[in-house]
């Protein structure tokens, strides 16, 4: 079964710092992979996402994630964080195979931002 | 505007007691998901539905119950025998379940039961 592990529960930055949200996936074939953003109470927001092709993503309000294989890792990064950037952050893989997609979600990890 | 509206915001029921949750979307997704959330545990698929008059268990579904009668809703009831119903809960969709696509997140639901 697909699995996805988000190791880091909460990370606090400055604002103006680089971020970097790891991300580890189980899954035997190529995976669909995602990000997610939610602000407190609220839905949750699609980032950016990986199918194929080029391994660096780039998504909204800055972020771009790198899919590695090798590592089955696909950590998600930002140059310079806002402090509208203060949210939870998911990762999550797609199965591509079967007749019924599904998404299986990892933790979550929440991203603090100091002034 | 397209999107996936869930009413109310925030319920409060007494234990033992049945309680829908709305879900409606205007995307003409054919895919509908319920998920619920509890802080530091991720999302959880209870359900989910491809088409219209069809639907399937997910990861947790003992102790809830969905219909699909039309393809732009897809409430759920937390039956009184869900032991502890009290969480966030999202409603999604996507075009289809049958290829790999992105789901559409509405704004959530906050259930709580005393």
């Known amino acids: 079964a697909q699995s996805v592990t988000q190791p880091d529960i909460h990370i606090t930055v400055s604002e103006g710092a680089s971020l970097e949200l790891r991300c580890n996936y189980s899954?035997?074939?190529?995976?669909?992979l995602f990000w997610y953003v939610q602000s407190p109470g609220q839905g949750l927001q699609l980032l950016l996402k990986?199918?194929?092709?080029?391994?660096l993503v780039q998504g909204i309000k800055g972020f771009e994630a790198e899919f590695k294989r090798s590592q089955s890792s696909f950590n998600l990064r930002k140059p310079s964080v806002h402090w509208s950037d203060a949210a939870e952050y998911f990762c999550a893989v797609g199965d591509s195979g079967g007749s019924n997609y599904k998404l299986t979600f990892g933790k979550g990890t929440l991203l603090t931002v100091n002034p | 505007d397209g999107g996936i509206t869930q009413s109310p915001k925030y319920l409060f029921r007494k234990e033992g007691q049945n309680v829908t949750l709305s879900c409606e979307q205007n995307?003409?997704?054919?895919?509908m998901y319920w998920y619920r959330q509890d802080p530091g545990q991720g999302l959880r698929l209870i359900y989910y539905s491809q088409i219209v008059n069809d639907f399937q268990k997910g990861d947790i579904a003992e102790g809830y119950s969905v219909s699909r009668e039309k393809k732009e809703s897809f409430p759920l009831t937390v039956t009184s025998a869900q032991k502890n119903p009290t969480a966030f809960y999202l409603c999604?969709?996507?075009?289809?379940?049958?290829?790999?696509?992105?789901?559409?997140f509405g704004p959530g639901t906050r259930l709580t039961v005393t």
């Open positions: 990986y199918f194929s092709g080029d391994t």
């Open positions: 995307l003409n997704h054919d895919a």
């Open positions: 899954y035997g074939a190529t995976p669909y």
């Open positions: 999604a969709s996507s075009p289809t379940s049958t290829t790999p696509g992105e789901q559409y």
